[in-house]
């Protein structure tokens, strides 16, 4: 199986991370993960995941502004890279093909 594969986390955070944009950090991701999908994640499986996903090309990370909000502390802020777009391009494409081979749900 090709390496460029991304695990439904993986895919969702990824996903997540481009809908959030410049509010790309662990926090709200996890807050949002939990909104979008119902489910529940742990902050050390969001951090592992998103440390994962940026030594293997598919995000940057830079850290923002300190915050009033929190104490002076600066949030860390991930950003989808171009290999990050193509991986995710890449896992729908093949999601959709396998889809719209399937008995029944194949849209014509």
């Not at 709200?28 to 090309?57: C, F, M, N, P, V």
């Not at 995000?59 to 502390?73: T, V």
């Not at 890279?81 to 194949?106: C, E, I, M, Y």
């Amino acid at each position: 199986m090709n390496e460029s594969r991304l695990g439904d986390f993986e895919e969702v955070l990824l996903l997540l991370v481009g809908i959030l944009g410049d509010d790309a950090y662990a926090f709200k991701l996890e807050d949002e993960y939990a909104a979008q999908t119902g489910r529940s994640s742990s902050i050390g499986a969001i951090h592992s995941t998103l440390t994962r996903l940026e030594k293997k090309g598919y995000l940057d990370s830079y850290m923002g502004d300190p915050s009033a909000k929190r104490g002076g502390r600066r949030k860390r802020i991930y950003a989808i890279t171009a290999l990050g777009h193509r991986v995710l391009s890449d896992n729908r494409n093949l999601k959709l093909a396998l889809w719209n081979q399937f008995p029944g749900l194949a849209k014509n």
